[in-house]
């Protein structure tokens, strides 16, 4: 008989969608989870979902993602690439502990803390809006202590709370790159930080500091690629892009991505995002986070606009430390001793904050989009 999506609005409170996770692992019901916020965002992740239309077979848990790659999709998710990715996890941390959820539950990183916790006999604490990390952590079960967190979030406790975060025997980080001298300077402070590289169609992280989890394997074709047991079946009532995605037993990625001589991955940002200015292809995420090491940025997106005579150039939005104004002059210097002439960015605005994606992604085309209306 064929089985129907109910999808679940976000709960105020993440506990109260526990039932409902258990029952999807346990293959008694499937699971949709409708993001927090406004209307439009609700009802396009609905569209994406499809309550009127069966349920594909073998679909356990249905994740809309993020549209980071330019519009959400419904990802089918068997209950065996859920737990599979949660339980290398467990593995791979040492074992069951206590989980701070930090993450909307309606993104795969956030149910994936709560499906942590089912699986490892443990009862998570939610972090609530504005609650300083301290007054969490301070109501969570004894050590181990864990959590996920996206850049974004580890930047701001990093800066506000360190010895917060020092309390943790893990702190993963993903969602999006997190930057070179941010992941220095967290180990410097003596915090355990964990990068983990993933998405919702691998059912969450699964390659953790460059190295896959347990029965994940990863190669580099014209992108990355990722097979394993944590793979989804493909796209929500989308064929066509299943087709092109998922084939063999791989997913394609669209990542740009190299495997070292120890097989360890690094991530160099989209594929789809490269900036080719000049005959030159320059990786936006890898000047952001050049960006973001000058003093006088607190955060940063980059992408590329038409330039009639470089091809595409690079733009740059920041977020001014406070009292700072940053200008174009000076950025380009910075950037270009850094990575290079072409990396410079050759048009600047300045942002109050950077939006970000209901998954806590930095939201680049919602900015270049904002600000090609508004010129």
């Known amino acids: 008989m064929p089985r129907h999506l109910t999808p679940v609005p976000a709960p105020a409170d993440p506990l109260a969608l526990l039932p409902h996770l258990r029952a999807a692992l346990d293959g008694a019901a499937p699971l949709a989870v409708l993001p927090a916020g406004p209307p439009a965002a609700v009802e396009a992740a609905r569209t994406v979902l499809r309550p009127d239309e069966p349920l594909e077979p073998g679909a ?6 993020s549209g980071s790659a330019g519009g959400g999709r419904g990802v089918l998710l068997p209950v065996a690439a859920v737990r599979a990715s949660a339980e290398a996890t467990l593995r791979r941390l040492g074992g069951p502990g206590a989980w701070l959820l930090a993450l909307p539950v309606s993104a795969i990183a956030g149910l994936q803390v709560l499906c942590r916790s089912l699986l490892g006999g443990t009862e998570p604490t939610v972090l609530a809006q504005g609650e300083p990390l301290a007054a969490a952590v301070a109501r969570m079960p004894a050590e ?3 959590t996920a967190l996206v850049p974004t979030q580890l930047r701001r406790y990093l800066d506000a709370e360190p010895a ?29 930080v964990v990068t983990t590289y993933g ?5 969450g992280g699964c390659v953790y500091d460059g190295r896959p989890l347990d029965g994940v394997r990863v190669r580099v074709a014209e992108g990355v690629e990722l097979a394993g047991p944590v793979l989804a079946l493909g796209y929500r009532l989308d064929p ?3 087709a092109a995605a998922f084939a063999d037993g791989w997913f394609r990625t669209r990542d740009a991505g190299t495997l070292d001589e120890e097989a360890r991955l690094a991530v160099h940002g989209r594929l789809d995002d490269v900036v080719v200015t000049g005959g030159v292809n320059v990786a936006p995420q890898a000047v952001e986070g050049v960006l973001r090491a000058h003093p006088d940025v607190a955060d940063a997106v980059v992408f590329g ?15 001014p430390v406070p009292g700072a104004e940053p200008d174009l002059a000076a950025l380009r210097a910075w950037v270009a001793a850094r990575l290079g002439g072409p990396a410079a960015p050759r048009e ?10 209901h998954t806590g992604k930095p939201d680049r085309r919602g900015v270049a ?4 209306e508004r010129h």
């Open 305 to 319: 606009r038409p330039d009639g005579e470089w091809g595409q150039r690079v733009v740059a939005a920041v977020v």
């Open 60 to 65: 356990d848990l249905v994740v809309v993602t």
């Open 199 to 203: 998405m919702t169609e691998t059912a």
């Open 164 to 192: 917060a975060l020092r309390t943790f025997a893990a702190v993963l980080v993903g969602g999006a790159a997190t930057d070179p001298a941010l992941l220095a300077r967290t180990r410097d402070e003596g915090v355990a």
């Open 369 to 372: 989009a904002a600000l090609l």
């Open 240 to 242: 066509e892009a299943t």
């Open 144 to 146: 181990p202590r864990y």
């Open 348 to 357: 600047l605005h300045r942002i109050a904050a950077v939006p970000t994606l």
